[in-house]
């Protein structure tokens, strides 16, 4: 079976702290890698996308950066914090086609 | 921007009722829009997705409708029960845009037992 595994599940950061979240995909090659921020109540905003390794997409100007390296991990990284960096980050996989499923979720919280 | 556009942002249905959620989106290009299922603390699951060469798709107890020159899809949820209750997304993507989701903002549904 396809797993999506994220890591860590909760996390509690100051603002102005760097920040690592990863997503590690199973049982697939190759796969388009996708991540998402869901601020609290409201619906999923894509943030990057990735075809393969090395090859980063972002899709909005902010405080973020997201690398791929390698085939079934990808990283969303910070230098500094926000207050608006608090949401639900979710990482997705599609592989080649429209469908597209999520991981469980890290939920930041920035104080 | 590409934007789907979603009603109702909450719904409340009595057990065994029929749940309704509606989507409009406006670029012709999308040609496929699923449907997420999301719970309290957990990532979206895909409940279900239809393509615009077909009017209607079920699945059990749900069914989506498009209707493609109104440029709309619905989520219908027939025999409502009280583990329905989540928020519901809708989406929409193409192939052209290397399959990207664009999201509804979602429907708090709520189906009191």
């Known amino acids: 079976s396809q797993t999506i595994h994220q890591w860590p599940a909760t996390l509690v950061q100051p603002v102005g702290s760097p920040l690592s979240l990863e997503c590690t995909v199973e049982g697939t090659s190759n796969p388009n890698l996708y991540w998402y921020r869901q601020a609290a109540g409201r619906g999923l905003q894509l943030l990057f996308y990735s075809v393969g390794i090395g090859q980063i997409s972002s899709e909005v100007p902010q405080n973020l950066s997201a690398s791929r390296p390698q085939d079934r991990q990808f990283i969303l990284s910070s230098k500094k914090l926000l207050l608006s960096d608090s949401g639900f980050y979710l990482c997705?996989?599609?592989?080649?086609?429209?469908?597209?499923?999520f991981g469980p979720g890290t939920r930041l919280t920035v104080t | 921007q590409q934007q789907v556009k979603q009603s109702p942002q909450s719904l409340i249905v009595q057990k065994g009722g029929i749940s309704i959620i509606n989507c409009a989106y406006e670029n012709t290009a999308f040609d496929y829009f699923p449907w997420y299922q999301q719970f309290p603390g957990k990532g979206p699951a895909l409940l279900i997705a239809i393509r615009p060469d077909v009017s209607e798709k079920k699945e059990g107890r749900f069914t989506i409708s498009f209707n493609k020159s109104a440029k709309q899809f619905s989520l219908h949820i027939m025999d409502s029960q009280p583990g329905d209750s989540a928020t519901y997304f809708c989406?929409?993507?193409?192939?052209?845009?290397?399959?990207?989701?664009?999201f509804g903002k979602g429907t708090l549904l709520t189906v009191n037992p």
């Open positions: 997705a996989r599609g592989q080649g086609t429209n469908e597209q499923y």
């Open positions: 989406a929409a993507s193409n192939e052209g845009s290397n399959y990207k989701l664009t």
